[in-house]
């Protein structure tokens, strides 16, 4: 028996020594630690990752769906406010064209009304002074025919008292006078 235990004690070093064939119980044992670890990781690890990975991957679509709503959006409001710029300066071109069409009518309506101010102001002052230059004539006349009657009188010497004759006088004296011509009588 001894020789027995010494055979497979020399047997086993020969086994043991051999560093290149690994031993059946290990190979057995390393599997069985492998599909038990494979098989937790699988269930518990893997699912929590897939539904993390999910998750992540639903708040990022989200969020650029969100992101491409809120670009819509902030892309009509430009629009809407640059339509609104636009109008704003038709209505701003608009206004001050009609300031410029209300400008040239006033100054326009000005011109006629100083226009006709001027016409009315010299009328009237044609008007006073043909008033004047006929008072002026007919002060002048006045003098003048007693500056004419009392030379005449002198002259002839003669009064010439009698109202008609006296008039007669003066104006055919003052006709002489207008024509430029002194008359011989």
């Given at each position: 028996?001894?020789?027995?235990t010494?055979a497979?004690?020399?047997?086993?070093?020969?086994?043991?020594?051999?560093?290149?064939?690994?031993?059946?119980?290990?190979?057995?044992?390393?599997?069985?630690?492998?599909?038990?670890?494979?098989?937790?990781?699988?269930?518990?690890?893997?699912?929590?990752?897939?539904?993390?990975?999910?998750?992540?991957?639903?708040?990022?679509?989200?969020?650029?769906?969100?992101?491409?709503?809120?670009?819509?959006?902030?892309?009509?409001?430009?629009?809407?406010?640059?339509?609104?710029?636009?109008?704003?300066?038709?209505?701003?071109?608009?206004?001050?064209?009609?300031?410029?069409?209300?400008?040239?009518?006033?100054?326009?309506?000005?011109?006629?009304?100083?226009?006709?101010?001027?016409?009315?102001?010299?009328?009237?002052?044609?008007?006073?002074?043909?008033?004047?230059?006929?008072?002026?004539?007919?002060?002048?006349?006045?003098?003048?025919?007693?500056?004419?009657?009392?030379?005449?009188?002198?002259?002839?010497?003669?009064?010439?008292?009698?109202?008609?004759?006296?008039?007669?006088?003066?104006?055919?004296?003052?006709?002489?006078?207008?024509?430029?011509?002194?008359g011989?009588?």
């Amino acid at each position: 028996m001894h020789t027995l235990t010494t055979a497979l004690v020399v047997q086993a070093e020969e086994e043991t020594l051999n560093p290149l064939v690994p031993h059946t119980v290990e190979i057995v044992l390393s599997l069985i630690v492998f599909g038990i670890l494979f098989f937790a990781v699988r269930k518990f690890v893997v699912p929590a990752f897939e539904q993390a990975y999910a998750e992540r991957t639903a708040a990022i679509e989200g969020g650029i769906a969100a992101a491409e709503s809120k670009q819509a959006e902030a892309d009509a409001r430009l629009a809407e406010l640059e339509a609104q710029l636009a109008d704003a300066r038709h209505e701003a071109a608009r206004i001050r064209e009609e300031a410029r069409e209300q400008g040239a009518a006033i100054i326009a309506e000005m011109r006629e009304q100083a226009q006709t101010e001027a016409t009315r102001i010299v009328e009237n002052g044609k008007t006073q002074i043909e008033a004047e230059r006929q008072q002026a004539v007919t002060s002048l006349r006045a003098e003048v025919g007693a500056l004419a009657t009392g030379l005449a009188g002198r002259i002839v010497g003669e009064s010439l008292e009698d109202e008609a004759r006296q008039s007669r006088v003066v104006e055919r004296f003052l006709a002489d006078l207008e024509t430029g011509t002194p008359g011989v009588n």
